[in-house]
């Protein structure tokens, strides 16, 4: 019979300032659970308080306590590897006894976060605390997590898209969107121009499309989802027709594009429009587009960031 050893011992991480910072609301990996983590900015400090209680009165033996700030990319077909970016530490106690509860301060000073925090199909990239009480049989740990954004100002160029669609003798349309770079509440604004139709369409959808490639080759992993799917067009249009596209970005779950984060990852975004004849066959066009995250108005970007205007 198999015998289980309850930790003799309760470790609670609070991290200061939670209750007047932002919440991010968040997915838990392979779970339909959401939860909030507090946030964070690229060269913000993360401090707070360690609280070590021994159970029920008793000694509690350890050979050191410690905190630490951990920066990892787990990468789920692959769950041998955690792939550590980021890992300060501080030491909190030598090795000694605890006899009642103790509170022990951090402050991790002006920590740079490079990444911002992701949660995808195959891959997270994820922030958190660690508390350690180290022993001789078996350490005792506990974590907590935080999330990250990394704010970009708006890009210099943003150029259209426009591109022509056509099947010879049948479809010949042209589309065009007013600009490539948007912003996570921006708005996709375009139009869709027939040029010849000799097709029965039956309707036509706009769909936001999310590629997230994994791993390097050739171990490599691309997953696709549809998270938005719009329809823009029900009926089969006439020859000089302009069909408006306006689609508001603001209520839909993104992320900002990521280009070979780490070398582990990246998430590009597509526009695909989707033509449906009465034989229901498919005809569509993608075309890229890059998302980032813009700073509220009056928020200070770092220098750093600033550099990293959104070339994507």
């Avoid at 779970?31 to 400090?45: I, N, Q, V, W």
């Avoid at 009056?298 to 220098?303: E, S």
Wanted: aromatic share 10%.
């Amino acid at each position: 019979m198999a015998l289980f050893f309850a930790p003799s011992v309760d470790i609670d991480i609070v991290l200061e300032d939670t209750d007047d910072r932002a919440q991010v609301d968040t997915k838990v990996t392979n779970t339909d659970r959401r939860e909030k983590a507090p946030l964070y900015m690229d060269g913000e400090s993360v401090k707070g308080a360690v609280t070590v209680r021994p159970k029920d009165g008793k000694r509690l033996e350890h050979t050191g306590i410690k905190v630490q700030f951990v920066g990892t990319i787990e990468m789920f077909f692959d769950r041998g590897n955690h792939y550590e970016f980021l890992s300060l530490n501080q030491e909190l106690a030598a090795p000694g006894e605890l006899h009642h509860p103790q509170t022990f301060a951090f402050n991790f000073k002006n920590v740079e976060k490079q990444y911002e925090s992701y949660n995808g199909i195959n891959v997270r990239l994820r922030y958190f605390v660690r508390a350690t009480v180290s022993r001789r049989i078996q350490d005792i740990i506990r974590e907590k997590d935080l999330w990250v954004y990394s704010y970009r100002i708006p890009p210099e160029i943003n150029s259209s898209i426009k591109m022509d669609v056509g099947i010879e003798d049948c479809l010949h349309i042209e589309f065009e969107y007013s600009k490539s770079k948007y912003h996570l509440k921006d708005v996709i604004v375009g139009r869709i121009y027939f040029l010849l139709v000799r097709l029965k369409i039956k309707h036509m959808e706009l769909s936001i499309i999310r590629r997230e490639t994994t791993g390097a080759a050739p171990n490599q992993y691309n997953e696709s989802e549809t998270l938005v799917r719009f329809e823009i067009m029900d009926g089969s249009p006439s020859r000089g027709e302009t069909i408006p596209i306006r689609l508001f970005l603001g209520g839909f779950d993104l992320t900002p594009t990521f280009r070979e984060v780490n070398k582990k990852y990246s998430t590009r975004y597509y526009l695909s429009l989707v033509l449906i004849d009465e034989d229901a066959r498919r005809y569509f066009k993608q075309s890229e587009i890059v998302l980032y995250r813009q700073a509220p108005e009056g928020m200070p970007l770092a220098i750093e960031q600033n550099k990293q205007i959104a070339q994507s």
